[in-house]
């Protein structure tokens, strides 16, 4: 069995998967399986997998979105660790045999994440303050923001029996929801190195699909208020960023003139802050 199991998920994105592949096998470390489940894709992108011969498993199905194409990756893997990638970017070449050493050391330490170098439109950017990044019980820090990249992550198989899968019921936003969950069971450790290129910019970026990304931040935070093992603090600091939401998403509504949309953002704090 292999020590970790890679999952990338791709939509015809054939040219930068390819890429993102090479990244892999040119890993420092070498027992792991590598897993590409393709989510429908119409660009040549099964043609372009049956290159790589038996080094890849691959899965095809119709185009459910990233987490189904995930959680399909997740059932089928034999890894003590999962580690994803997702199809536009890129790992540098000890990006899993530092996060091993990790955890190896750290019998205590369940999942990681590393800090990461920034591409967008092929330049170098430079991540701004609000992207910092903590490790330990970052729960409150995990609110405001996914601070957490997928591709950066190597995380013990046992958590999902935990806590759960990706919620398929999120189109987008359910890399920010499966951290909120993750950090409130779990520390999360993190490396301050960079260990994984993140490319953005382009036009099928799922961030880029989607009007208004904070409804679909509020459906996570409402889910994670759910949760019995809030503490008060945690519960606080979630309704206020709830509340930091429902502002933005209904005064946007108001602007397009969604009147009842706006109205059932801008009330709905009011459920959460009476209970």
């Not at 420092?28 to 290159?51: A, H, Q």
């Not at 601070?147 to 029996?161: A, E, G, Q, T």
């Not at 989607?210 to 945690?234: H, P, V």
Request: glycine share 6%; with cysteine.
């Amino acid at each position: 069995m292999p020590l970790v199991s890679i999952i990338i998920p791709t939509f015809n994105r054939k040219v930068v998967l390819a890429e993102a592949i090479d990244s892999v096998f040119n890993q420092s470390f070498k027992d792991f399986e590598l897993i590409v489940v393709d989510d429908g894709s119409s660009d040549g992108t099964r043609e372009m997998l049956g290159n790589y011969g038996s080094r890849i498993r691959c899965f095809f199905q119709e185009n459910r979105g990233p987490s189904v194409a995930r959680n399909l990756g997740i059932h089928n893997s034999n890894g003590l660790y999962i580690s994803f990638l997702d199809s536009d970017d890129l790992w540098l070449r000890n990006k899993l045999s530092t996060q091993i050493n990790l955890m190896s050391s750290n019998s205590d330490t369940q999942i990681c994440y590393s800090d990461e170098i920034w591409i967008r439109n092929g330049i170098r950017v430079n991540q701004k303050k609000r992207h910092r990044k903590y490790g330990g019980w970052i729960f409150e820090y995990c609110l405001a923001l996914c601070i957490i990249s997928p591709s950066s992550v190597l995380m013990h198989r046992d958590i999902f029996d935990h806590i759960g899968m990706f919620d398929e019921n999120l189109i987008v936003c359910e890399d920010y929801e499966l951290w909120l969950r993750t950090s409130l069971h779990y520390p999360i450790a993190f490396i301050n190195e960079p260990l994984i290129i993140k490319r953005g910019g382009h036009k099928d970026q799922l961030s880029r699909k989607y009007w208004g990304m904070d409804r679909f931040r509020i459906a996570a935070i409402e889910k994670t208020l759910t949760q019995q093992n809030l503490t008060a603090r945690q519960r606080t600091a979630a309704i206020e960023m709830l509340s930091k939401m429902c502002r933005i998403v209904g005064n946007g509504y108001l602007k397009r003139g969604k009147t009842a949309e706006a109205n059932h953002f801008l009330s709905l704090p009011g459920k959460y802050h009476s209970s």
